[in-house]
């Protein structure tokens, strides 16, 4: 990409003008309703429901309900609710309910809708418009299953399921209606949508993982501030959801640094790398992709031992300290890649003190297997100092050794639900390894954060990578398509965090159209624009496109 194309490309995030309009039928939504009229007056009903005005929208019938103990229980919607005004297009919710809680529901009847923008739990799951169907799948307490939240596997995705930020329609165009947290900075909240007559149900489940929600020094549970309001489409009212989220940042955030792009090991050569093949894209990327402002050459799985025993394997056998410092006297920038919470069995780690994993309610350490693969890994407990030094001490080497770029991958695993050292939740586990990790690495390092729940990572990461990969064993056209439904569906995060297409895949079988078209995707997402094509392979008409994506 040229420099003035990347200009481009930082302008149009930075101003959050990305349309997506070849796309806008991924997102097209609306909805039709009548305007408030004289009986929508907000405020308590007699039966302890709420009636809430959000635009021209008269939300009633709104109930509350608190899961102790594995039952739920009516709470008086007056009672929890905290609505704040949010200029005149929504209002600003946030339930308070005595401790304990296991779980917060809000239940918005009657909504006129029959489609729904669903968001899926993390970076690689499924993001797209969906027909509202009339049934969900029910956890065992009665109240919406929201499996992946538990699994992190996007195999896990449910229809009509949606996670930090859902948006509901009703035909083709018009006005639609946006649900969305500010924040997770102590559980998910998720979102199931239901058809009924007239129109849907949506339930928001603040801790759909059922685990035990910190409550507040004066002995309240809050959940985290939820957004809602009515925007002229759907993509309107996202990215005014994201630019809430930026007015309020968690404490500490940090402003997202500005990824470098380059070139990527995985897409093409997956594991199956070395020193050798590291060192000639060394030159590769310097003659190549330099002189188009794409620094980064990133050393991804294949270089470590195993999972947890992050040093470098017989296939670099002068270690990864003189790998970075090759890179950097090229004048490029080093990444690497690591899976930080997840280490393999047979791992020297994992015969370590079982307290710093992360357990199961029966003692046990929590065991996460990849799908379709044996391997059984681990889980460290990111509430863990002692766990968490284990990491933080391989971080700070490399980023000694000259790493500036840390692909941080599998991190739905460390908010895996299960028994940790402090009475936190898989959520608060998460944000404080990573927070720990951040430190080690330092502020002037970038952090892209990788199969990572969406908004936990968000004021820590600075990237986020955006959809499945672009190459799973053979390159295929709808791998294009799906980067590009997602990337459209979750641009509205780029207030708070830079997107990441993955990288673009330039060699046949493609065709040059195709070739072209991933490029452009890639490109609308921003300054992480990078190739994953073996550049000492690829034709030079092939790189060309990816030079200057059109």
């Known amino acids: 990409m040229t420099p003035g194309r990347r200009v481009w490309a930082k302008r149009a995030m930075d101003e959050h003008s990305c349309r997506f309009e070849a796309l806008a039928l991924v997102l097209a939504c609306g909805m039709s309703c009548e305007p408030p009229g004289p009986n ?41 609710l905290e609505p704040q005004p949010v200029d005149d297009i929504g209002r600003l919710l946030q339930v308070a309910v005595e401790e304990p809680a296991e779980a917060i529901e809000i239940a918005f009847p009657g909504l006129p809708a029959d489609r729904l923008l669903q968001q899926g739990y993390q970076s690689w799951s499924f993001a797209g418009a969906v027909k509202i169907p009339r049934h969900v799948e029910l956890h065992e307490d009665g109240a919406p299953r929201m499996r992946e939240a538990a699994t992190g596997e996007t195999l896990d995705a449910e229809y009509a399921i949606s996670y930090y930020a859902a ?41 759909p993982t059922r685990e035990a929600l910190p409550s507040d020094a004066d002995g309240k549970v809050r959940s985290e501030p939820l957004l809602v309001l009515s925007a002229g489409q759907a993509g309107d009212g996202l990215q005014r959801l994201g630019q809430e989220m930026q007015r309020a940042p968690a404490a500490g955030a940090r402003q997202p640094r500005r990824p470098p792009g380059g070139w990527f090991s995985w897409n093409e050569h997956r594991a199956e790398i070395d ?70 069995e047979q791992a020297p780690a994992a015969s370590l003190d079982d307290r710093l994993f992360v357990r199961a309610v029966d003692g046990s350490r929590l065991q996460y297997r990849k799908f379709g693969d044996a391997t059984v890994y681990y889980v460290l407990d990111g509430s863990d100092p002692d766990a968490m030094a284990l990491v933080a001490g391989v971080l700070r080497d490399l980023a000694r050794a000259g790493f ?9 695993a460390g908010a895996l639900p299960g028994v940790r050292n402090q009475p ?123 030079l200057e994506p059109t």
């Open 167 to 207: 948006a509901l329609q009703e035909g083709a165009g018009g006005p639609a209606l946006v649900f969305g947290s500010l924040a997770a900075e102590r559980a998910v909240t998720g979102f199931a949508a239901v058809a009924e007559e007239p129109g849907a149900r949506l339930i928001a489940l603040y801790g």
């Open 404 to 412: 500036a770029f840390f692909k941080l991958d599998y991190l739905f």
């Open 275 to 344: 020193e050798a093949m590291i060192l000639a894209h060394v030159d590769e990327v310097a003659e190549q992709l330099l002189p188009h402002q794409l620094p980064l050459l990133e050393i991804d799985d294949g270089w470590e031992r195993s999972w947890g025993d992050w040093q470098a394997n017989d296939r670099f056998p002068r270690g990864m300290a003189a790998v970075a410092g090759d890179i950097a006297a090229a004048g490029l920038i080093a990444g690497i890649w690591l899976a930080p919470f997840l280490v393999d």
């Open 40 to 80: 929508c007056r907000e405020g308590a009903a007699a039966d302890g429901t709420y009636t809430l005005q959000v635009g021209d929208l008269c939300l009633q019938e709104i109930g509350v309900r608190v899961r102790r103990g594995g039952t739920w229980e009516q709470v008086a919607a007056v009672a929890a």
């Open 424 to 546: 936190v939740t898989g959520v608060q586990a998460l944000r404080q390894g990573l927070l720990a990790m951040r430190e080690a690495v330092g502020p002037d390092a970038v952090i892209n954060a990788c199969g990572a729940p969406l908004l936990p990572v968000v004021g820590i990461a600075d990237s986020l990578r955006i959809g499945a990969d672009t190459f799973i064993n053979d390159l295929s056209w709808q791998f294009i398509a799906f980067a590009a439904r997602d990337l459209a569906a979750r641009t509205y995060l780029a207030p708070v965090i830079w997107p990441d297409a993955d990288q673009v895949q330039l060699r046949p079988p493609y065709s040059v159209e195709e070739a072209g078209v991933g490029a452009l995707i890639a490109a609308l997402a921003g300054p992480a624009y990078s190739i994953g094509d073996d550049l000492s392979l690829l034709a030079p008409e092939r790189l060309a496109i990816g």
